[in-house]
């Protein structure tokens, strides 16, 4: 999970450019389970 976190940066908002905290990935990922999407980055343009 270290990785994942090292590679994802925030896109928007107050804490944009910065990487986010490991429960914020883990609650990302449960809530994504929960509605059955895909959590998976975009790929950059």
Not at 22 to 35: D, G, I, K, M, N
Request: hydrophobic share 30%; proline share 9%; net charge positive.
């Amino acid at each position: 999970m270290k990785e994942i976190q090292q590679k994802t940066v925030i896109t928007r908002g107050k804490h944009k450019g910065k990487h986010p905290s490991l429960p914020t990935l883990y609650r990302t990922l449960a809530e994504a389970a929960a509605q059955g999407t895909d959590a998976s980055p975009r790929p950059r343009a």
